[in-house]
């Protein structure tokens, strides 16, 4: 038997051990424009960047293609740069004021196209008097857009569809509905292209002078409504009272159901005014790719601007530049299109990873 004054004593506690610190994460309460601001312009150089590495690997010199981007500002290129903004910042505002709501519309490519059909059709049927024509085929252009949009929110309210799944298939049943009216009814009799026969004159969008054509005048004159409608309306502080707790918002008495209806088709007629300006401004006629890529463009100016309708147009502006010396660069760097598609993507994945740290604060603690 062993005496408890034989037992060894236990070994002396060793201090702990202090490291040299670790990272902790809050969720901010709070942050500053600025410094918001910030975080999102930093994201941004850090997709331009990758850009550049990417583009300077495929051949292109970083000084070149800084002289591809001043060569922009040229008469003849700016003109260009203009008229592409025209619909990047028509289908910006159509993403921007749903995502306001939570409403992900990504829809857009579908409500470009129902909004160029619609506008096609009173060019084919003779709807309205010559004087007026260009006025009903842009009403009617939004007309298609609310309504294509519409079917997804009465899908999500009647049958609990998520907007994301439905909206983004109802874009390939409209692309598909396309080509059956341009390799069908609406083929051009004279050339046999899929594509519709030419607008005329007075069913174009025309320039106004110094190379700006009136279809940049339409998109500035809807985001001067979208901004009035954001910052200076009612309706306004009930979208960004939705946007932060819908069911509490419905509790107080907010009409969410009348407010989300309103918005939602306004993002509709944005993205089918889209359509319209693109296809009676560039393509004179409708044809079967003239919405390519547009859902992309417009949830990448939505995230830039942050679903500012001001900031929209600006954000459009600076993608139609992109977009012009991407074309550029085909033509005498002969790199191919998904390259640009490329940079547009990393950009995207970018400026969507700065939503963690405005989000969230990283500290480092000891």
């Known amino acids: 038997m062993i005496s408890l004054e ?67 500002f040229n ?12 619909p990047l910042i028509l289908v910006g505002l159509g993403a921007g004021l749903a995502f306001r709501i939570g409403f992900w519309n990504l829809g857009l490519e579908g409500q470009m196209v129902f909004g160029g059909i619609f506008a096609t059709a009173v060019s084919i049927y003779n709807i309205g008097p010559e004087s007026t024509r260009i006025v009903v085929m842009g009403i009617a252009a939004s007309a298609g857009g609310i309504l294509w949009v519409l079917l997804a929110y009465w899908m999500k309210v ?42 005329r004159p007075f069913e174009r969008l025309s320039d106004i002078g110094s190379g700006v054509n009136s279809a940049l005048l339409v998109a500035l004159a ?12 009612r309706a ?70 942050r679903n500012d309708p001001i900031v929209v147009v600006i954000v459009g502006f600076l993608l139609a530049v992109l977009f012009v010396t991407g074309q550029t660069l085909q033509v005498f760097y002969q790199i191919p299109f998904t390259m640009v598609q490329l940079v547009e993507a990393i950009i995207v994945i970018a400026v969507a990873s700065s939503e963690f740290l405005i989000r969230h604060r990283v500290r480092w603690t000891r």
């Not at 500053?32 to 550049?52: E, H, M, N, R, T």
């Not at 809807?222 to 309306?233: E, I, P, Q, R, T």
């Not at 009676?280 to 006629?285: H, K, N, P, Y």
């Open 6 to 72: 034989s037992q060894p004593a236990p070994p002396p506690k060793r201090p702990p051990r202090r490291g040299l610190g670790r990272f902790t994460l809050d969720i901010r309460q709070t942050i500053s424009p600025w410094k918001q601001a910030g975080i999102l312009g930093g994201s941004l150089a850090i997709g331009l960047a990758i850009s550049v590495v990417i583009l300077d690997l495929a051949g292109i010199a970083p000084l070149d293609l800084a002289k591809e981007l001043a060569g922009v």
């Open 75 to 86: 008469a003849n290129s700016l003109r260009s740069v203009l008229v592409r903004a025209a």
């Open 158 to 199: 009647r049958f609990r569809v998520n907007e994301i799944i439905s909206t983004l298939l109802m874009n390939y049943i409209a692309s598909y509905f396309l080509l059956h009216l341009l390799y069908g009814a609406w083929q051009d009799s004279k050339t046999a292209f899929p594509q519709s026969s030419q607008y």
């Open 222 to 233: 809807v985001a001067a409504v979208a901004a009035w409608a954001v910052h200076l309306s």
């Open 236 to 305: 306004g502080f009930y979208m960004r009272f939705i946007s932060a707790n819908a069911n509490m918002a419905k509790v107080v008495g907010v009409p969410v159901r009348t407010i989300s209806l309103v918005v939602i088709a306004a993002s509709g007629a944005a993205a089918g005014l889209a359509g319209f300006v693109n296809v009676t401004s560039q393509e004179g006629r409708l044809t079967q790719s003239f919405f390519d890529g547009y859902v992309f463009s417009g949830i990448l100016i939505a995230f830039l601007s």
